[in-house]
């Protein structure tokens, strides 16, 4: 793959003006930080969902009567009876019980819909209206800091409920995520669940016993086939389904988009396009299906035409397992990410390393030191095909590994830090990443990458669940400095936004230290809410007082 450092999509659709770096910022006053501490408080309020409200099942990503759907013979508790007759909501059955992911596909059901969950849980904020698998996990971060440790463990348990009723944890509790996952952060939920149990209580050991179970099935589905990188050892991203996402039918020229830059950049990827008519025949139709996607089933396909070209099927594929990794969009794993799928990242390769080790740690406290040993020796195997495939000794970097073309990426990706938060860098690789930071760090935080591809997973945008795994991995290195460092400078730039406009977003341009993004293509807006950011601020700002360790 050919890195483009400066200006590609930005430069095609849109500018994107930065100012330099400067030195930290100064810390909050007490006032300031009082006043986002309340937002933040009355934010998890705000931002909760249940099966008895009405906002609940809005969503904005497609045009339809919302519907809310129950497992398979699931009587309709009280509480969706209620709603099905105060908003006027339809409530159906789904066809058939599910056991593993993909078993029922988004075609199998003709209206999409909000997927029943038994416990009141927290959103995102803005368009993503439902129960996130990755978000959650420092929503919960922050839920524990704020004693609201109940909140906390039914969003656990909603997971549980997922995987026992629609066979796995799903991207986020709507029909038509019912064929890809997010990244594994179960073992680091329960973990934090059971450690830090509400006041006056002790640790539940029956509960662990139970989440255990639940963890050994979502850890089942990143080793299966289909999520395996070819022979490494490692996993990939990957989703069940083909063709465009049916979610990114509130975003009509998303795809078109892509087609455009390609369009203009013909020596990037050609194998992304197809050639098409604009009114294909029945044969061209057909054929398309499987070069590219059906457009007779999808209306976000069949719009995904420009100039006479159509997207890939292995394009869109690419497409389908960016989404799983929480990493829409970037051009990380090549333009806008279309070859995703080919690639063993080190954020998931990481996350799995850290939770081989919390499930042995769980079979530790639970007296099984059979299944404690078989997941010690998981996590051993894991390290040392991390260090062959994904570390770069040359470089002193992790770097994504292409399975298929058996190359290492070159393209900086702030997930090369996951590694010290995982607890799986040795000290001389965690010494090494340490002298990297400059890559990504701006006077507001750490921006996601050094490229300024113009969509908002890459520079000049810093967002807070990757600040937070760095920061605290960088912490958890005895870097203490630096940690704080960086803490302060996300910090500064979420309150001093807020102080503007009073709200918190999903992510900020750490370059200009503004909230007032531009994106050229996918998401362009910045949500308002926004769960993650809430927490991570919160867990930031504890950071700065924590006394330094001694070296």
Avoid at 16 to 32: G, N
Avoid at 292 to 318: E, P, W
Avoid at 415 to 423: E, I, M, R, S
Avoid at 446 to 465: C, E, H
Wanted: hydrophobic share 40%; proline share 6%.
């Amino acid at each position: 793959m050919t890195i483009i450092r400066t200006h590609t999509l930005a430069a095609f659709l849109i500018s994107i003006s930065m100012a330099s770096a400067a030195q930290s910022p100064p810390a909050a006053s007490p006032s300031d930080q009082a006043r986002i501490r309340t937002y933040i408080a009355s934010g998890w309020d705000t931002l909760s969902r249940s099966m008895s409200e009405c906002k609940s099942v809005v969503d904005i990503k497609v045009h339809t009567r919302p519907v809310l759907y129950l497992p398979s013979g699931l009587p309709a508790p009280p509480a969706v009876a209620a709603m099905q007759k105060e908003c006027q909501v339809d409530v159906r059955h789904l066809p058939r019980a599910i056991h593993h992911l993909g078993e029922v596909r988004p075609s199998d059901i003709p209206v999409p819909g909000l997927l029943y969950l038994p416990n009141r849980y927290v959103v995102p904020g803005g368009r993503f209206n439902e129960m996130y698998g990755w978000d959650s996990y420092f929503i919960l971060l922050g839920l524990e800091h704020d004693g609201r440790q109940d909140l906390a463990r039914g969003i656990v348990e909603n997971f549980f409920f997922e995987i026992e009723n629609y066979g796995a944890i799903l991207n986020a509790n709507r029909t038509y995520y019912f064929t890809r996952s997010q990244p594994p952060f179960l073992s680091s939920m329960i973990r934090e669940v059971y450690e830090h149990p509400a006041a006056g209580t002790q640790p539940d050991k029956k509960w662990l016993a139970q989440a255990y179970d639940y963890a050994q099935r979502d850890y089942a589905l990143w080793i299966s086939a289909p999520h395996q990188a070819g022979d490494t050892g490692l996993a990939r991203y990957h989703d069940l389904a083909e063709g465009p996402v049916p979610e990114m039918a509130d975003d009509s020229s998303y795809y078109p988009d892509v087609i455009r830059w390609l369009l203009a950049h013909p020596s990037e990827h050609p194998e992304y396009l197809v050639a098409s008519t604009p009114h294909p025949t029945d044969a061209e139709t057909s054929a398309l299906t499987n070069t590219s996607c059906d457009i007779t089933a999808s209306h976000v396909c069949a719009n995904a035409i420009v100039d006479g070209h159509r997207l890939s099927a292995d394009f869109y594929r690419g497409d389908r397992a960016m989404r799983e990794s929480g990493f829409d969009t970037s051009f990380r794993f090549g333009p806008f990410s279309g070859s995703a799928a080919d690639y063993a990242p080190v954020c998931l390769n990481s996350l799995l390393y850290k939770y081989e080790r919390d499930m042995a740690h769980f079979a530790s406290l639970l007296g099984r030191k059979n299944e404690a040993s078989t997941w010690t020796h998981r996590a051993e195997a894991r390290h040392a095909a991390i260090d062959k495939y994904l570390w770069d000794a040359d470089a002193g970097l992790y770097d994504d590994y292409n399975f298929v073309t058996e190359t290492r990426s070159t393209y900086h990706f702030l997930t090369t830090f996951y590694p010290l938060w995982a607890g799986l860098a040795t000290p001389a690789q965690a010494s090494a990443l340490r002298s990297h930071l400059n890559l990504f760090e701006q006077a507001g935080g750490l921006q996601t990458s050094d490229v300024n591809s113009g969509v908002q997973w890459d520079a000049p945008f810093g967002w807070a669940p990757i600040t937070w795994l760095t920061a605290s991995g960088l912490d958890r290195s005895g870097f203490h400095t630096d940690a704080t460092r960086v803490a302060q400078e996300f910090t500064t730039t979420v309150v001093e936004n807020f102080l503007r406009d009073g709200t918190i977003r999903e992510k900020y341009n750490v370059v200009s230290g503004s909230d007032n993004v531009k994106v050229a293509a996918g998401y362009k807006s910045n949500v308002v809410g926004f769960g993650w950011t809430n927490a991570v601020y919160l867990e930031l700002e504890d950071l700065l007082i924590k006394p330094s360790a001694p070296q």
